[in-house]
Every structure is written in structure tokens, then in C-alpha cells.
């Protein structure tokens, strides 16, 4: 038996829903993507970070903005996207909790829309991200030192950038948003292929027999 056959038989997907719900909920607080500059001067604990949440960023900021001056880089604090953040995650919690709650017969299409938004909200903000990461790294001011060619810092991994080694990586937030989806997608394969074997089993035939 698969994995999917085996939990389906034992979970229904609305508790995949609420597991998701939960985990959605999670992203709201915790922090969903990080980046850490380290060069000699700064090392160790030393390390300048800065951590984006939903509608906020934390972190040394005055630290790094003060060294952006000498490279003519801003840090992109204030987006739209940054202040949207809260409100699409937060609609995503309210959506899961409404399929949560739905009939069956309607919940596993509302499951399917639900994991097709997630989706498209992943690849929308890694897009965006991108994006602002390009135009911080080539839409510059006049630097003071000009030895600093334009860059892109990634989304994920490091790069060499000057003298600092730039690392970025995800949150405790983006995964919780990841294993949501997973869930999701899980608990709808799951659901899937039980009542596809309910169909095929024989007493299921019997009952549609006239």
C-alpha cells in the first residue's frame, strides 16, 4: 500500500485541512526569509542579519544601511509587497479554516483551489523577491567607494558581494508554509485515491446496482 493509500485510510483530508490551517498560521508570526553578511569586520556574532516577517523587516538595518551609503544600495523596506504580506497569508488562514468547515461533497474542490493559490502565492513571491533583490543590487545612488560592480544577492545560497560573503536562506515561517501545501496536496491525493477504491471495492458496487 502507498503512503498516500496508507494515511488516507486513517486521515481524512479535513484534518489535512486543519493541519494546514495551523501551520498557515504559523507564517503569520514567524520569520520567512533571512540573509547574513559576513566579512572580516563582521563575523561570528558579528554577523549583520536582517529577517523579514509578514509586513515587517528586523535586524541590524541601521548597521547595513550605514555601510549601503559607500555602495549606493538601498534596502527595500518599504514595498507594497512587504505590507500585503500579512493580509494574503492572513486570507490564506481564513480560506483553510473555511474549507475546514465546508461539506464534504464541496470540501476537496475548495481543498484544490485553495492548494492552486498557495501555489501561485509561492511562485508570486519568490518573483517579487527576485525583482526587488535585482533593482537593490542595480537601481544604485552614486557610491562613495565605486569598486563594487552591480549585483544580485540570491534568493537562496551565498555570493561573495565586496568583502562580504551574503547568505540568505528561508524561515521557520516559509517552511511552515511549505509543509502546508504539502499537506494539502497530500491529504488530496489521499482523499482521491480512497474514494476511488471505494468505488472499485465490491460493495460499492452492490450499492450502485438498481
Known amino acids: 500500500m502507498s503512503i498516500a493509500g496508507f494515511s488516507g485510510a486513517r486521515v481524512s483530508l479535513r484534518a489535512f485541512v486543519g493541519a494546514a490551517a495551523l501551520l498557515l498560521a504559523v507564517t503569520l508570526v514567524a520569520p520567512l526569509w533571512s540573509t547574513a553578511m559576513e566579512a572580516p569586520q563582521y563575523h561570528d556574532e558579528e554577523t549583520l542579519v536582517v529577517t523579514v516577517y509578514a509586513g515587517r523587516v528586523a535586524g541590524d538595518i541601521q ?9 549606493g544600495v538601498h534596502l527595500p523596506l518599504d514595498t507594497p509587497e512587504l505590507h500585503a504580506t500579512p493580509w494574503v497569508l492572513g486570507a490564506l488562514v481564513a480560506l483553510a479554516i473555511l474549507v475546514f468547515f465546508l461539506p464534504q461533497q464541496l470540501r476537496r474542490a475548495a481543498a484544490g483551489m485553495l492548494l492552486v493559490l498557495m501555489l501561485a502565492t509561492a511562485v508570486g513571491g519568490a518573483v517579487v523577491l527576485r525583482q526587488r533583490l535585482y533593482e537593490m543590487g542595480h537601481e544604485r545612488d552614486t557610491p562613495i567607494f565605486e569598486g563594487v560592480p552591480d549585483f ?34 497530500w491529504g488530496l491525493l489521499a482523499d482521491r485515491r ?16 438498481p
Open 63 to 71: 548597521e547595513i544601511n550605514t555601510l549601503n551609503q559607500y555602495v
Open 152 to 185: 544580485t544577492p540570491p534568493i537562496l545560497g551565498s555570493a561573495k558581494i565586496a568583502n562580504f560573503t551574503v547568505s540568505t536562506r528561508l524561515g521557520v515561517g516559509a517552511w511552515s508554509f511549505i509543509v502546508a501545501g504539502g499537506a494539502l496536496g
Open 194 to 209: 480512497r474514494a476511488a477504491a471505494a468505488v472499485e471495492s465490491p460493495s460499492a458496487r452492490e450499492e450502485v446496482r
